[in-house]
């Protein structure tokens, strides 16, 4: 199948997921089936791996996110504002209504990742492959 004009997938998430607000971001961190919230404006995280998650309502304003790896993973009402996710890797990972100006998003991998309402754009992703990603 020829995946190219085809619409990104959405994440794949499991029908409840718990809350955790009380999550302090660090290197090496791997976070699975939740539901996260909270503030993490200037905190680093290098490698963080987020998976079948639902971020929602969270700040990583001016956040140094290294290598971040998200998969199947739902954001809603974020601000990445100012975020360093360089070299990022996105698979199956939806933004809605979510803040990003001034995020940087060089040598990202995107697979199947959308930005839908509000400020949230894609457009600034340098050198890096996009497959199935869309901006609305």
Same mark, same amino acid.
């Given at each position: 199948?020829?995946?190219?004009?085809?619409?990104?997938?959405?994440?794949?998430?499991?029908?409840?997921?718990?809350?955790?607000?009380?999550?302090?971001?660090?290197?090496?961190?791997?976070?699975?089936?939740?539901? *996260?919230?909270? &503030?993490?404006?200037?905190? +680093?995280?290098?490698?963080?791996? =987020? #998976?079948?998650?639902?971020? $929602?309502? /969270?700040?990583? *304003?001016?956040? &140094?996110?290294?290598?971040? +790896?998200?998969?199947?993973?739902? =954001? #809603?009402?974020?601000?990445? $504002?100012? /975020?360093?996710?360089?070299?990022?890797?996105?698979?199956?990972?939806?933004?809605?209504?979510?803040?990003?100006?001034?995020?940087?998003?060089?040598? /990202?991998?995107?697979?199947?990742?959308?930005?839908?309402?509000?400020?949230?754009?894609?457009?600034?992703?340098?050198?890096?492959?996009?497959?199935? /990603?869309?901006?609305?």
């Amino acid at each position: 199948m020829d995946r190219r004009n085809s619409r990104p997938q959405r994440p794949r998430l499991p029908p409840e997921l718990p809350a955790s607000s009380k999550i302090v971001l660090a290197d090496d961190l791997e976070l699975f089936q939740l539901t *996260v919230q909270g &503030d993490f404006s200037g905190q +680093r995280s290098w490698r963080l791996t =987020i #998976e079948e998650t639902c971020i $929602s309502q /969270a700040s990583f *304003v001016g956040a &140094d996110l290294r290598r971040i +790896r998200l998969a199947d993973v739902r =954001i #809603e009402r974020a601000d990445f $504002s100012g /975020a360093d996710t360089e070299e990022a890797s996105f698979s199956r990972v939806e933004f809605v209504d979510c803040r990003m100006s001034g995020a940087l998003i060089p040598q /990202a991998k995107l697979h199947d990742a959308a930005a839908r309402d509000g400020p949230s754009s894609m457009s600034s992703v340098s050198n890096g492959p996009c497959h199935n /990603a869309i901006a609305k």
